[in-house]
Each structure stands twice: as structure tokens, then as C-alpha cells.
T-cell receptor, first 111, second 114 residues
Framework: LAKTTQPISMDSYEGQEVNITCSHN???????ITWYQQFPSQGPRFIIQ???TKVTNEVASLFIPADRKSSTLSLPRVSLSDTAVYYC????????????FGTGTSLTVIP | KAGVTQTPRYLIKTRGQQVTLSCSPI?????VSWYQQTPGQGLQFLFE???????NKGNFPGRFSGRQFSNSRSEMNVSTLELGDSALYLC?????????????FGPGTRLLVL
């Protein structure tokens, strides 16, 4: 079962690029990597998902090396509203798989 | 489309009681997953239902159970409540098709056990 490890917290100044890395050494062949953002007392919100190499959308990029044992979420030019907890989720969608959220990384953006 | 809705939003129970939480997925979604979130354990997967069948299950005791109806709405039941069951219970829905999916989360039900 693929479990994940993330830094517990990070601080960044407004306007900087932030990179959050997630380790998932036991990732299975059919597992995808998904990142979520969560604000206090709200449900997590989907940010980005990928299987390998690089994925980019309007809010973030996801880098996945060839061995897929880790992944890095990149947030360009963060603002105060990006202060939140970011979770890495590794899981497949076939019968018998389970889904683990990482410990979460609490990102604080400083003015 | 309306998002995932959960009822009730807040609940207070006493030890030994049971509780039922409800989740209405996004229209057209057939998969509903439940998670428990606590400050100490973070987000933990409870179970997933797809087409009225439990498809995946996390490592929770049998006091935690669920079901899904033909309209994909889901309920989660916790019997013989313990103080440690106090948590935010989150429901997430997705299409349920094979391959990678996006889960859409509801606002959660905050349960307090006294």
C-alpha cells in the first residue's frame, strides 16, 4: 500500500515560487498522484493530477521523476490566499486499492 | 452542477450513541468515498461505495459502516460512539469510471462526541 511523506510545514514570501515534495516509495504501477488544497473547516479541493513526467494547469505544475517514487507540486508566484494545507494522494481506482492522503504540508505565505 | 452536499453540518452526540451521516454526490457521479479527519491522524480513508457496493475499505473497526442507494446518495453510520470518534467526516464523489479520477469533496460533517 502506497503511503506518502511530506514536509509538515513551509513558509514562503508572496510572489515566490513554492515547491512541495511528496515521497511515495511504494507507489504501484496503476497509482496516480493527486494533490489537494485544504482551507480550515472546508473539504479538500483538487489542484492537479499526474502519472509521470510533468503536468501543468492554470494553477500549478506537477513534476514526477521516472522512478515515480516522489513528486513535486510547484506553485508559481504564491499569494496570501494560497496559505493552506496541501495533501499528496497516491492511489489507483481499481477494486482492492486503498487511498492514502499524506500528512499534509501547511504552507504559510508571508506578506 | 451542484456540488457535494453533506448533512448535517454539525452534530453533538454522547458516548455509546450511534450516528448517521448523509452525503449527496454530484449528479452523475457513482462513486462516493468517506474520510475521517482529526488533528492527530489527519485524513484517513474509511471506505468507498460504487453502484451500491463497497468497493474499497480502510482500516477502521466494524463500528463504522456505510451504504449507498440507487441514486448514489450515501450514508455512513457509526455505532457505539467513542470520544475518539470526534472528527470532521468528509465525503467525496467521483464518476467511478476506471482510470484516474478527480474526487470532489463536500464541506464535511463535524461530529463532537461528549
Amino acid at each position: 500500500l502506497a503511503k506518502t511523506t511530506q514536509p509538515i510545514s513551509m513558509d514562503s514570501y508572496e510572489g515566490q515560487e513554492v515547491n512541495i515534495t511528496c515521497s511515495h516509495n511504494n507507489i504501484a504501477t496503476n497509482d496516480y498522484i493527486t494533490w489537494y488544497q485544504q482551507f480550515p473547516s472546508q473539504g479538500p479541493r483538487f489542484i492537479i493530477q499526474g502519472y509521470k513526467t510533468k503536468v501543468t494547469n492554470e494553477v500549478a505544475s506537477l513534476f514526477i521523476p521516472a522512478d515515480r517514487k516522489s513528486s513535486t507540486l510547484s506553485l508559481p508566484r504564491v499569494s496570501l490566499s494560497d496559505t493552506a494545507v496541501y495533501y499528496c494522494l497516491v492511489g489507483g481506482w481499481n477494486t482492492g486499492n486503498q487511498f492514502y492522503f499524506g500528512t499534509g504540508t501547511s504552507l504559510t505565505v508571508i506578506p | 452542477k451542484a456540488g457535494v452536499t453533506q448533512t448535517p453540518r454539525y452534530l453533538i452526540k454522547t458516548r455509546g450513541q450511534q450516528v448517521t451521516l448523509s452525503c449527496s454526490p454530484i449528479s452523475g457521479h457513482r462513486s462516493v468515498s468517506w474520510y475521517q479527519q482529526t488533528p492527530g491522524q489527519g485524513l484517513q480513508f474509511l471506505f468507498e461505495y460504487f453502484s451500491e457496493t463497497q468497493r474499497n475499505k480502510g482500516n477502521f473497526p466494524g463500528r463504522f459502516s456505510g451504504r449507498q442507494f440507487s441514486n448514489s446518495r450515501s450514508e455512513m453510520n457509526v455505532s457505539t460512539l467513542e470520544l475518539g470518534d470526534s472528527a470532521l467526516y468528509l465525503c467525496a464523489s467521483s464518476s467511478g469510471d476506471s482510470g484516474p479520477e478527480t474526487q470532489y469533496f463536500g464541506p464535511g460533517t463535524r461530529l463532537l462526541v461528549l
